[in-house]
């Protein structure tokens, strides 16, 4: 995760007590199931015992966040995807081992939640192998980070221009669907939305 701007300092949430909240709901008595949804997916950065593909009822991925470091800028923000309440979402839920749980999350925290813009929840993932109760990073509709409604064309732009520090949107979501289809999950609003961004991106082309 990364800071908001300056003018959403108002936002800013003390992730410590949140990280000590999980842990002690947690208890260490059993292994930590974690769902990934995007980035997640091809870059977990955290070594697991098991993965296995899974579905969240009661949420769906969408790339309705801002990103005004990682990847846009103040001045021209990204999109990252978020978990929002609502439909359904198909990704991947890893097994990390009881006694590795500590470090892991802690190291999650870091990543997801510099600020707390997050809402850490555990939702049941069903998997072929049975339901189990997974760590899902969610994100609230109040957040000054969710972007609400974009038009097709905010999407062509925010995909032609927007950069920060890991790269652009655009590459950004190619990744994730590209992920997706790895595990033999489809996404058929994210395909829609690449192809939309790659006839913007044709026709501000150079013309022959």
């Not at 059993?30 to 980035?39: H, K, N, P, R, V």
């Not at 949420?59 to 966040?65: D, G, I, S």
Request: proline fraction near 7%; hydrophobic fraction near 35%.
């Amino acid at each position: 995760m990364e800071n908001p701007p300056p003018n959403d300092l108002s936002a800013l949430r003390d992730p410590a007590p949140m990280l000590e909240r999980f842990l002690h709901q947690w208890g260490g008595r059993e292994d930590l199931w974690i769902f990934g949804y995007a980035s997640l997916i091809w870059r977990p950065d955290f070594d697991f015992a098991e993965l296995r593909r899974a579905r969240v009822h009661g949420w769906h991925r969408a790339l309705k966040m801002w990103s005004r470091i990682n990847r846009g800028t103040p001045e021209c923000p990204g999109l990252v995807f978020a978990l929002l309440s609502g439909g359904s979402c198909h990704g991947v839920v890893y097994r990390v081992p009881r006694h590795e749980v500590p470090d892991v999350v802690a190291r999650l925290w870091l990543r997801e939640m510099v600020t707390a813009v997050y809402d850490p929840r555990s939702l049941r993932c069903n998997t072929d192998k049975g339901p189990v109760q997974a760590l899902a990073f969610t994100l609230s509709r109040r957040s000054p980070s969710f972007t609400g409604e974009l038009s097709e064309t905010r999407y062509r732009q925010i995909f032609s221009s927007a950069c920060g520090c890991y790269g652009t949107t655009h590459d950004y979501a190619r990744q994730t669907l590209e992920s997706l289809h790895s595990h033999g999950i489809s996404d058929p609003r994210l395909a829609r939305l690449l192809r939309l961004s790659q006839a913007g991106i044709a026709s501000d082309g150079p013309q022959a």
